[in-house]
């Protein structure tokens, strides 16, 4: 409970406050209840559960993919050669471009926020964009619009690979700090349909603390498991230097993978792993959370992946480490923290999926 209460005190102290205290210990609270009835770890079907009921999507929730449909059959023929392309198309300059994720890219140049699109197409963009993105985190995702970008629409563009309602389809969402997807399931092996990026950038160097980022406290949790591991342990955990940030692509089992196995971590330890899995996943729509799920059970679950911290790049030298990464046979999450917060992810149920960044 005292920690649980600390992280409160830190969400308030960065002007965050998006629950009161009661609904915050309730949550975080039952959440790790959850993940430890037994004095264990949770297996797969138990964390579905936990997602689900710890921070279940209203059953109103509009079908984004729908929206899509809705989308396509609105855009006139210019529109359509602009912004819609073939499933496997090529640019000559990006690769398959369907696949790519940066950091800082727009998929086409037409922004939301532009003439090209009608009042009532930029107001189906926003109702997929919102029905990606789990309701409780509309409002931090809108903060780093702003904080990034001036607001939502203002410098993202969007592409439709495919046809919806006729095969295979994606809609894919760029700009700063955002690479998002909308798939309804149609690309094949792949969670979230493919890989994405977020992040924020209060400021464009941030102080040790983070204050203000909406995903810093993905971070802290991470490092509450750091906190938990002693001496042979963090030797295994700690990595001198980060690789460059892009590389995200799969390993495969046979992987040359950096710091500790999850397997040396002990229950209680592994059982804090579970609630920063829990908190990785808590932005996303719940079909995204079960595809993510489902893959990293068929490469072997959380016991086939390394947990690393990397001591280059410690902001403040405060050992909280800014930068960590969690990786398996294909599965990759890096937190990039700094000088602001950077996060890729790609996750698949098969190591042989390429990478387009």
């Not at 079907?45 to 609105?74: C, I, M, R, W, Y």
């Not at 410098?155 to 997807?181: C, N, W, Y």
């Not at 204050?211 to 990595?239: C, E, H, S, T, Y």
Request: net charge negative; aromatic share 10%; glycine share 8%.
């Amino acid at each position: 409970m005292a920690s649980s209460s600390k992280r409160y005190d830190a969400m308030v102290a960065q002007g965050r406050p998006e629950l009161d205290r009661r609904q915050f210990l309730a949550r975080t609270t039952g959440a790790a209840t959850a993940l430890t009835i037994g004095g264990g770890w949770l297996g797969d079907a138990a964390l579905h559960q936990a997602l689900a009921e710890t921070t279940a999507l209203p059953s109103a929730d509009a079908n984004p993919e729908s929206v899509v449909k809705k989308l396509f059959d609105s855009f006139s023929e210019q529109q359509r050669s602009a912004v819609c392309f073939d499933w496997n198309y090529v640019d000559p300059q990006r690769g398959l471009l369907r696949t790519r994720v940066a950091n800082n890219w727009n998929i086409t140049p037409q922004l939301i926020n532009s003439d090209f699109y009608t009042d009532d197409q930029r107001d189906m963009l926003r109702a997929i964009f919102e029905g990606i993105i789990h309701p409780d985190w509309h409002e931090r995702f809108d903060q780093q619009l702003t904080d990034d970008t001036g607001g939502w629409g203002h410098e993202q563009s969007i592409a439709i690979f495919g046809q919806p309602g006729d095969g295979k389809f994606e809609f894919v969402l760029t700009g700063r700090h955002m690479t998002l997807r909308c798939d309804g399931n149609s690309s094949e092996h792949v969670a979230f349909g493919g890989p994405i990026f977020y992040g924020h950038a209060v400021n464009d160097s941030e102080s040790n603390d983070h204050p203000g980022n909406v995903f810093w406290p993905q971070a802290v949790a991470a490092n509450g498991v750091f906190d938990m591991l002693d001496g042979k342990q963090r030797k295994l955990a700690i990595v001198e230097r980060r690789p460059r940030e892009q590389a995200v692509a799969f390993q495969g089992t046979s992987g040359n993978f950096v710091g500790i196995p999850v397997t040396e971590l002990s229950g209680d330890q592994q059982a804090h792993l579970q609630t920063v899995l829990q908190k990785l996943l808590e932005p996303y729509r719940q079909s995204d959370r079960d595809e993510a799920v489902a893959a990293l059970k068929a490469q072997g679950g959380l016991e086939k992946c390394h947990l690393a911290f990397y001591s280059d790049g410690d902001i403040g030298s405060d050992k909280v480490w800014d930068n960590w990464r969690l990786e398996g046979p294909s599965f990759v999450w890096y937190f990039r923290g700094e000088p602001h917060v950077h996060v890729w992810v790609n996750v698949a149920d098969d190591p042989s999926v390429k990478l387009n960044a």
